[in-house]
């Protein structure tokens, strides 16, 4: 639960946070963290906050407010090659001693392969084929 303060008291307030997320139709990263350092910095909320708090989740809710995500686009090189790495280490770990460490290995590999970008489910599977296509040419 959020711990409580005066709204005077910061330089930015749950209030503001909120009103701009309902004017923008969504509530990015920054202002979500925003929100959770006032809460975390302070000891008492006042009942305007919480009412904007509440008034954000019901915007949350119908979807007049949409959270954007932390990260809106994907390397789907990384994920096909830390895949790959995990099932070749674990092959090599199963018949010798020697431990692997795969960030090492995906960091050599995702350097010497061209990223392939996706902001979509579709997309990512585009550039899933068309990795798959070019590894077997």
Do not use: W
Not at 75 to 92: D, K
């Amino acid at each position: 639960m959020c711990a409580i303060a005066h709204s005077t008291q910061r330089d930015m307030n749950i209030k503001d946070i909120v009103e701009q997320a309902l004017a923008n139709g969504y509530l990015t990263p920054a202002m979500e963290a925003e929100v959770g350092l006032i809460c975390d910095r302070f000891s008492e909320l006042s009942a305007e906050d919480y009412l904007a708090l509440d008034h954000l989740n019901n915007a949350l809710l119908a979807g007049q407010v949409v959270a954007k995500p932390y990260k809106q686009f994907i390397n789907v090189m990384e994920e096909l090659v830390i895949s790959e790495a995990l099932r070749r280490v674990a092959e090599i770990e199963a018949t010798c001693d020697r431990r692997l460490d795969i960030g090492d290995i995906a960091a050599y590999a995702l350097n010497r392969l061209p990223p392939l970008y996706a902001t979509t489910e579709e997309g990512a599977n585009y550039q899933r084929q068309r990795a798959r296509a070019t590894c077997r040419s």
